[in-house]
């Protein structure tokens, strides 16, 4: 069986000595020695100022929110895992749709202005997959009309903008460490904040709000990474270039491959990639619908990223109708990328969509 990813599971022998320093110190969890480690590490691999570490990408997005205070409505993106609008609706502030542009699956910065409302507070646009948003037009916007900038960059690890970490833009950007991401914890995330002063707020916020032993002075959640899944990501963290380069490979051959039988996503020429994922746009949902079937009857599973577009949820009841999102929801399929994903498996799903378009 082929999935869309498959977790990447380093050297037993080095994960158990870290599971081994583990149990002799007996130091399990609350911002242990591992963690601390982590976070210095990717500090220093992602080139960013303060990193804090957390429990899963979606609680990221929560703390950033909780950490700005943003308030009132947010305008975002559709086209993106559910995680990006639900945290907002679970902290009480409004999504706004702002629909995508057709070729980079991104916020389309033209449609973010007209949709200010009286109480928007933020914008929390998302690089989606790992496809840098237009960020200095982005960030200039916010500056313009006073609001505050979380980016939902769960698919954005190591991706660079104009030669600067892409996370050094806003005012929080998130990541998710989830086990089917290219740099992982099992579970985990983290927040990577630009403004010094709000980092000790994140802190206590991810601790229940505690700041020290007498004072509780906001309302914080459990959020905390442990110390098994920080060792996870020191021993990923080693071998994160080599797991890059074959990803890098398997998107050129796919992109070789299917060139000029499919819509591939257009990367933002200022960014780097970190081939993340490889999506493909069909002709329409019925072409889609009979290359799953083709492929699915093979033992391969592609996966409908990002499907629905997030303007259809019941729950988000904003009557809003972002027909790009729609659109391109309706046709998109991410093919299997992950390293050890080996050449003749390649050749078959690069072989399978051939017959079928
Ligand atoms: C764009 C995006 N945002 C947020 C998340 C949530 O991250 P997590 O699964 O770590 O909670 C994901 C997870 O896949 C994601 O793809």
Redo the contacts with the bound molecule.
Sequence with gaps: MINVTKTYLPDKQKYKKYVDSIYSNGWVTNNGPLVKLLEKRLAKYLNVKNIVLVS??????ELAYRTLGVEGSAITSPF?????SS?LVTNGIKPIFADIDIKSFNININNIEKLIEKDTSTIVP???FGNSCDVEKIDNIAKNNNLKVVY????AFGVKFKNKSVLSYGDIS?L???A??IFHTI???ALIINDDSLVEKARYLINFGIKNKNEIPELGINAKMNEFEAAMGLCVLDDINELNLERSLIYDFYKNELDGLVIFQEQNCDSTPNHSYFPIILESEDQLKIVENALNKNAIFPRR??YPSLDTLSYIKQNQFCEISRNIASRVLCLPIYPGLEIKQQKLISEIIKNEV
């Design positions: 899963n990408g979606t609680v990221a997005l993106s895992f559910v995680a990006t945290s998302v690089h989606v939902d960059a769960a698919h998130t998710s460490f989830h089917t991401k579970e985990g995330g990223y990002f």
